[in-house]
């Protein structure tokens, strides 16, 4: 049966099983080769194995009594091919059998994108959703490139369209959540709309962990404290040891301690931007706190980041230790404890601790420069320029990058100089 096969297609994982899937989908063509659904299960497949000549063919052999899909799919292994223009002229001639067809709406959108034509993709998929409402794949690809560009305006539209439909499948509830969570203006308008997301989310799939962050603090900025504490101790209890576990623990505590929240946050900005002859101060409030709160994070990475300016590096390591251990997936405490290691010249635990943060959040620019001013103390060069050519590829233009690496190369080449003194030496003792 149709809705069988094309099952078959979408579900199967991984690459053992794609493979028997597709074996079974092709003997079936064989048995029944005017099954058109067979044939498009079986390029779907393709496709997926990364065999977009072969599922080109088989598509092009179909292409007379081709539906939607099929043409879709057509498009789609031009496209994976680089052939932008034929895929164009794939989906403008699907586009004069099935006018409007969603489906080809959507694969529009990506011939677009693939040309370097991103309002024309979000007009494709916007058309798509004004049509047949938010239909998931438009709605995914519309919410990607929406986040991508800060498009506000297409972020409120989709989120209003969200709310109107109601029952929404949890992928599309969870774009529009996070859609709605990053663009919108804050304040209690958002916050309201916010948590219906969220409830509707957290309701369906209770294990998302994210969904539960995001809802409580929506939840408590509306003045819902019960709720919201729920939701944060279901975050910490799904996400422990993680980045999100970390910020679920401070989110908690704003909740139940709102005033030493407020002070311990005020303090932490001020541990960062505080002029040095101010630090001690600031580290003295911030240890006031650490003491009360001991189970705390926040405290204790004030009190270390204020100590670490201040050129106290052996009493900042410490903090930024019991930091981690209050939250042993808070990025920013590695981050500050390598960088302390190495400042008292423990480099090889400076490392470990950059690892540590690596592991939690690798693509995080904070983390690839504490990580390559670690690898360049132990003259550890490959990995040191590894981690600021990653950094460069996702800002080019940052300054304090191109300075490390350019560090980097003077160190590699002072470190090659003994080397290549010592092996001139050896070659002039044996032409003796």
Not at 16 to 43: C, F, H, Q, S, Y
Not at 62 to 70: H, K, N, T, V
Not at 289 to 304: I, Q, S
Not at 349 to 362: F, K, M
């Amino acid at each position: 049966p149709r809705l069988v096969a094309l099952d078959t297609a979408i579900e199967a994982d991984e690459p053992r099983l794609e493979e028997a899937a597709l074996r079974a989908i092709l003997r079936a063509v064989e048995d029944a080769p005017a099954r058109t659904e067979l044939g498009e299960a079986a390029a779907a497949l393709e496709m997926r194995l990364g065999r977009h000549t072969g599922a080109e063919k088989r598509l092009e052999s179909m292409a007379e009594g081709a539906g939607p899909r099929a043409i879709a799919l057509l498009s789609e292994a031009k496209r994976a091919q680089g052939n932008v223009d034929g895929a164009r002229a794939v989906l403008e001639a699907g586009f004069l059998r099935f006018d409007a067809d969603p489906i080809l709406l959507v694969e529009r959108g990506f011939v677009s994108l693939a040309a370097s034509e991103p309002e024309q993709a979000k007009t494709a998929w916007r058309q798509v959703m004004e049509a047949h409402g938010p239909v998931p794949g438009a709605f995914a690809h519309l919410a990607a490139l929406t986040l991508q560009h800060g498009d506000a305006g297409t972020g409120t539209w989709m989120v209003d369209m969200a709310l109107a439909a109601g029952d929404l499948p949890p992928p599309t509830l969870r774009q529009a959540l996070h859609v709605c969570a990053a663009l919108e203006p804050d304040g209690i308008h958002r916050a309201t709309r916010i948590s219906k997301l969220g409830r509707a989310l957290t309701e369906r799939v209770p294990q998302d962990a994210r969904a539960h962050l995001i809802t409580a603090r929506a939840l408590n900025q509306m003045g819902d404290r019960d709720t919201a504490l729920f939701h944060l101790d279901r975050a910490e209890e799904l996400a422990p040891n993680t980045p999100l576990g970390a910020e679920a623990q401070r989110g908690r505590f704003s909740v139940e301690h709102p005033d030493a929240s407020a002070e311990i946050e005020s303090l932490l900005r001020a541990a960062n931007e505080a002029r040095e002859v101010d630090l001690g101060t600031i580290a003295l409030r911030a240890h006031k706190f650490a003491l009360l709160y001991e189970d705390l994070w926040t405290p204790h990475l004030a009190m270390g980041v204020a100590e670490a300016r201040g050129g106290r590096a052996r009493s900042a390591a410490k903090a930024f230790e019991n930091a981690t251990r209050c939250a042993p997936g808070c990025v920013a405490a590695w981050v500050e404890l390598s960088r302390a290691r190495v400042a008292l010249g423990d480099v090889e635990g400076g490392i470990v601790a950059a690892e540590r943060a690596q592991t939690l959040d690798p693509e995080s620019l904070p983390v690839m420069a504490v990580s390559a001013e670690a690898y360049l103390a132990a003259q550890r060069h490959d990995e040191a320029a590894s981690m600021v050519r990653r950094a460069l590829e996702h800002d080019g233009t940052n300054q304090a990058f191109r300075a490390l690496r350019d560090r980097i190369d003077e160190s590699r080449i002072g470190a090659e100089r003994p080397l290549a003194r010592l092996f001139g030496a050896l070659r002039r003792w044996r032409e003796r």
